[in-house]
């Protein structure tokens, strides 16, 4: 008998009246938060502008959203097209089912376009937002708690899962997979922190490092999981993506090193516009109070003399009578 183990909620909807609060999308909601909220501290600290993060979030996060459906629905469509099952399903996200690779992927695009028509760099707004992401992963794999999924294989540990009977589950104890997920990230967050701050990665690379961490951790995870899945050789599908993309990660990293060394002394133009142009009227006020006297901001007395003496009809000012 396990004496100890982590509870599941007996529900993941809190119905209030006719709207149900779900777990699941509270869990994305606040992951999105979190990343926006501190990939904005980064990317002020790189020397770009407060908001220019958000703008852009908002063509990337929907993109992600929907491309990590899409990989999904994809990936398991027996879950939803097989005999039986009911098509209309592949469109209620709230019951569960996001990819993070097509969520990258195609949310990658959304912030292509996003950082094109602010004119920035889309590997530094990246690399701002690496960690954020990966803050975000760690939160949303909380929604899975809620909707009692992603669960590992049995076992007895005393902080194993205690999952009830239900639609294509079995009641029992198992691995937290996503406890493993989430606390992965947070790692991978802090490591790619640690790493950007020591080494000034730049061009994409802080992003390539979440993304080659991340890509190490989710293949021992998903390697426990019992899910229905894919399987290529032996191992499960997102096991070979997982491989895949880690590779490509390291390989940008040693390239980009090479062909683009050091970080980018800046990453969005228009703010430094907006400083100089700041420096520039600052100076331009100091000019003209300099040419007005004595280059304190105050007219000198001769200045205020010459200015009230009243001019001749020749356009000359007349000179004063001196005394003997």
């Given at each position: 008998?396990?004496?100890?183990?982590?509870?599941?909620?007996?529900?993941?909807?809190?119905?209030?009246?006719?709207?149900?609060?779900?777990?699941?999308?509270?869990?994305?909601?606040?992951?999105?938060?979190?990343?926006?909220?501190?990939?904005?501290?980064?990317?002020?600290?790189?020397?770009?502008?407060?908001?220019?993060?958000?703008?852009?979030?908002?063509?990337?996060?929907?993109?992600?959203?929907?491309?990590?459906?899409?990989?999904?629905?994809?990936?398991?469509?027996?879950?939803?097209?097989?005999?039986?099952?009911?098509?209309?399903?592949?469109?209620?996200?709230?019951?569960?089912?996001?990819?993070?690779?097509?969520?990258?992927?195609?949310?990658?695009?959304?912030?292509?376009?996003?950082?094109?028509?602010?004119?920035?760099?889309?590997?530094?707004?990246?690399?701002?937002?690496?960690?954020?992401?990966?803050?975000?992963?760690?939160?949303?794999?909380?929604?899975?708690?809620?909707?009692?999924?992603?669960?590992?294989?049995?076992?007895?540990?005393?902080?194993?899962?205690?999952?009830?009977?239900?639609?294509?589950?079995?009641?029992?104890?198992?691995?937290?997979?996503?406890?493993?997920?989430?606390?992965?990230?947070?790692?991978?967050?802090?490591?790619?922190?640690?790493?950007?701050?020591?080494?000034?990665?730049?061009?994409?690379?802080?992003?390539?490092?979440?993304?080659a961490a991340y890509?190490?951790?989710?293949?021992?995870?998903?390697?426990?999981?019992?899910?229905?899945?894919?399987?290529?050789?032996?191992?499960?599908?997102?096991?070979?993506?997982?491989?895949?993309?880690?590779?490509?990660?390291?390989?940008?990293?040693?390239?980009?090193?090479?062909?683009?060394?050091?970080?980018?002394?800046?990453?969005?133009?228009?703010?430094?516009?907006l400083s100089k142009?700041?420096?520039?009227?600052?100076?331009?006020?100091?000019?003209?109070?300099e040419a007005d006297?004595?280059?304190?901001?105050?007219?000198?007395?001769?200045?205020?003399?010459?200015?009230?003496?009243?001019?001749?009809?020749?356009?000359?000012?007349?000179?004063?009578?001196?005394?003997?």
């Open positions: 008998m396990n004496l100890a183990y982590i509870p599941s909620p007996s529900t993941g909807v809190i119905e209030l009246g006719p709207i149900p609060l779900r777990g699941y999308a509270f869990c994305i909601i606040i992951g999105v938060f979190v990343a926006v909220w501190f990939g904005n501290k980064r990317w002020i600290a790189r020397g770009g502008k407060a908001g220019t993060v958000a703008d852009i979030a908002v063509w990337a996060v929907p993109f992600g959203l929907v491309g990590g459906r899409l990989y999904h629905v994809i990936t398991d469509y027996q879950l939803y097209f097989s005999d039986g099952e009911n098509w209309v399903d592949a469109f209620k996200i709230w019951q569960g089912g996001l990819g993070i690779w097509g969520a990258i992927a195609l949310g990658a695009v959304g912030a292509w376009i996003g950082c094109r028509r602010r004119g920035i760099p889309l590997p530094a707004w990246a690399d701002a937002l690496a960690p954020g992401i990966a803050f975000a992963q760690a939160i949303g794999r909380w929604g899975n708690w809620f909707n009692q999924e992603l669960y590992g294989r049995q076992t007895d540990v005393p902080w194993a899962l205690k999952i009830s009977e239900g639609s294509n589950r079995v009641a029992g104890t198992y691995h937290p997979t996503f406890l493993y997920e989430s606390l992965w990230c947070v790692g991978v967050a802090l490591l790619v922190i640690w790493a950007d701050r020591r080494f000034k990665l730049g061009h994409g690379r802080a992003f390539a490092l979440y993304v890509c190490a951790g989710r293949g021992w995870i998903e390697y426990m999981r019992v899910d229905e899945a894919h399987h290529v050789l032996g191992l499960r599908l997102n096991v070979w993506t997982a491989i895949v993309v880690f590779v490509l990660a390291v390989v940008y990293i040693v390239v980009s090193a090479k062909v683009r060394p050091g970080r980018e002394e800046i990453v969005e133009p228009a703010a430094v516009a142009d700041t420096e520039d009227g600052g100076n331009g006020e100091a000019d003209d109070a006297g004595d280059g304190s901001g105050k007219r000198t007395a001769a200045g205020d003399a010459a200015a009230e003496e009243p001019e001749d009809d020749a356009g000359v000012a007349p000179q004063t009578a001196e005394k003997s």
